[in-house]
């Protein structure tokens, strides 16, 4: 989703100022309402064919732990072993684990989590992670 940043709008500017605010909306086709500097609430234009654009959003999966998506993506490797960057890029890739800004998780947290995690991860030479078999 690309949002650009003059559309990034404070929940209480619509209540203050909503003219302002829906003249964002007809330049930029839409605005991201925020509250407490989270986004919130999306305004999106109604375009003339009566639909809505869409617009994905990427959004944290909860459903993962770091360590928990480092070990699925592991798993599926025959030799359970992959270098801490490229885990992190798979895992990013595949929306598996996402930090609390929608960021991906950089190669030294992948490699940070190795050491809370050593009955599942062995870190072996050239910053390569391996799964310990269970």
């Known amino acids: 989703m690309e949002i650009k940043i003059e559309s ?7 209540i203050e100022d909503h003219e302002y605010v829906f003249s964002l909306v ?12 989270r986004p919130a609430y999306i ?6 064919q009566n639909e809505i654009q869409k617009t994905p959003i990427i959004t944290r999966n909860k ?8 070990k699925m993506v592991l798993a599926e490797k025959d030799d359970h072993t ?3 960057s490229d885990l992190a890029d798979v895992i990013y890739e595949r929306k598996l684990y996402l930090q ?8 030294t947290q992948i490699r940070a989590r190795c050491g809370h995690y050593p009955e599942y991860f062995e870190v072996l030479p050239g910053n390569n992670i391996k799964l310990r078999k269970e």
């Open 8 to 14: 990034l709008i404070p929940f209480d500017t619509l």
């Open 26 to 37: 007809e330049k930029n086709g839409e605005v991201l309402l925020l509250k407490n500097n």
């Open 43 to 48: 305004i999106t234009k109604y375009n003339s």
């Open 63 to 70: 459903a993962y732990t770091l360590h928990m998506a480092m």
């Open 82 to 84: 992959m270098h801490a």
């Open 100 to 107: 609390k800004d929608g960021k991906k998780a950089h190669y």
